[in-house]
């Protein structure tokens, strides 16, 4: 979803170093007017996502300058300020209306977006609230023993591809759900578990994510949906949608897929390829500019105005 979630070679980082690459070129590279070197580092910033994205495997699309499209949203890893967001939301012609809302999870410890529901509500953003739990980071997974749990504790690390079981899963359910509720989200709102893309997907994810997924249905309080990259998506969406039956909630669990591939703003996010999607995230990390102020963010499209938001459902 975002370079929050790869501890070794994350996009954010390489598009990070090619911008800062990339700008220092443009200004030492020839004279130009202010508003000129502002446009050439936000084009560079575009394209050396392409580079980023060859790097680590990643789907970044090259952005256009011009957006379309209803329902469009961003996600962004920290928090760009209440002046950022508010300019976003109320310049002429500003495309987005909603935007991910990053919970403090056990992989994403950033707690900038804390507090700002409210703002950002009153300013008129839908949300999309993300947990980014466990992964498997591409790993073997090994047995958390009591040797490896007693390590992992005295790195005061929360984050870890053995971590994933559903006892885990039962315990970051619980804690999504009290997360949820301190920032003040309401009743029956949707919550994303963030699942990054698994080559193979190991039986103790499949775990983890049912138990979470049962532990936010059996609470009641707040549905759980999913972000999954399209490869793993119909596998994830089937086993979701088996415990809404078995909990007898007929809702259909919302599924935000992620792929760069035939990704365009005007289109649907069914488009994606599977009938069960409501959302599709198909740009990452690309550099977008409202009213003058440049973000580096991943683009999405949503059937709904507020993701997060059942009583805001359009689509």
């Known amino acids: 979803m975002m370079p929050r979630r790869r501890p070794d070679l994350s996009l954010r980082r390489v598009t990070t170093l090619l911008v800062a690459l990339g700008a220092l070129g443009i200004a030492c590279g020839r004279s130009t007017t202010e508003p000129d070197a502002a446009n050439?580092?936000?084009?560079?910033?575009?394209?050396?996502?392409?580079v980023a994205a060859a790097v680590t495997g990643q789907d970044a699309p090259l952005a256009d300058d011009q957006l379309d499209g209803k329902h469009l949203g961003f996600d962004t890893h920290?928090?760009?300020?209440?002046?950022?967001?508010?300019?976003?939301k109320t310049a002429e012609h500003a495309p987005?209306?909603?935007?991910?809302y990053y919970l403090v999870s056990p992989c994403h410890k950033d707690?900038?977006?804390?507090?700002?529901?409210?703002?950002?509500?009153?300013?008129?953003?839908?949300?999309?609230?993300?947990?980014?739990?466990?992964?498997?980071?591409?790993?073997?997974?090994?047995?958390?023993?009591?040797?490896?749990?007693?390590?992992?504790?005295?790195?005061?690390?929360?984050c870890n591809a053995d971590f994933l079981s559903a006892d885990r899963g039962v315990a970051d359910?619980?804690?999504?759900?009290?997360?949820?509720?301190t920032e003040g989200f309401a009743p029956r709102s949707v919550v994303f578990l963030d699942i990054e893309r698994m080559q193979k997907m190991p039986q103790a994810m499949r775990d983890y994510y049912r138990a979470w997924a049962r532990t936010l249905?059996?609470?009641?309080?707040?549905l759980p949906g999913v972000y999954v990259h399209?490869?793993?998506?119909?596998?994830?969406?089937?086993?979701?949608?088996?415990?809404?039956?078995?909990?007898?909630?007929?809702?259909?669990?919302?599924?935000?897929?992620?792929?760069?591939?035939?990704?365009?703003?005007?289109?649907?996010?069914?488009?994606?390829?599977?009938?069960?999607a409501g959302m599709w995230q198909g740009m990452i990390d690309v550099a977008r500019a409202v009213a003058d102020i440049k973000l580096p963010v991943d683009v999405n499209v949503s059937s709904w105005i507020s993701p997060s938001d059942p009583a805001r459902a359009v689509d």
């Open 111 to 158: 707690a900038s977006w804390s507090g700002k529901r409210q703002p950002l509500t009153g300013m008129g953003w839908g949300l999309a609230a993300v947990y980014v739990g466990q992964q498997t980071w591409g790993r073997t997974i090994r047995p958390l023993t009591a040797e490896r749990a007693a390590q992992l504790a005295k790195q005061k690390s929360s």
């Open 78 to 88: 920290t928090y760009p300020g209440d002046r950022t967001m508010r300019a976003w």
């Open 40 to 50: 050439s580092v936000a084009n560079a910033a575009a394209k050396v996502a392409q």
């Open 173 to 181: 359910g619980r804690d999504a759900i009290a997360r949820t509720t």
């Open 217 to 222: 249905l059996q609470d009641g309080r707040y």
């Open 230 to 276: 399209a490869w793993n998506a119909q596998a994830v969406h089937d086993d979701l949608k088996a415990e809404f039956l078995s909990a007898g909630v007929k809702d259909e669990p919302r599924i935000w897929v992620a792929t760069g591939h035939g990704f365009d703003e005007s289109k649907s996010p069914k488009d994606v390829g599977f009938t069960f």
């Open 96 to 100: 987005y209306s909603w935007v991910g």
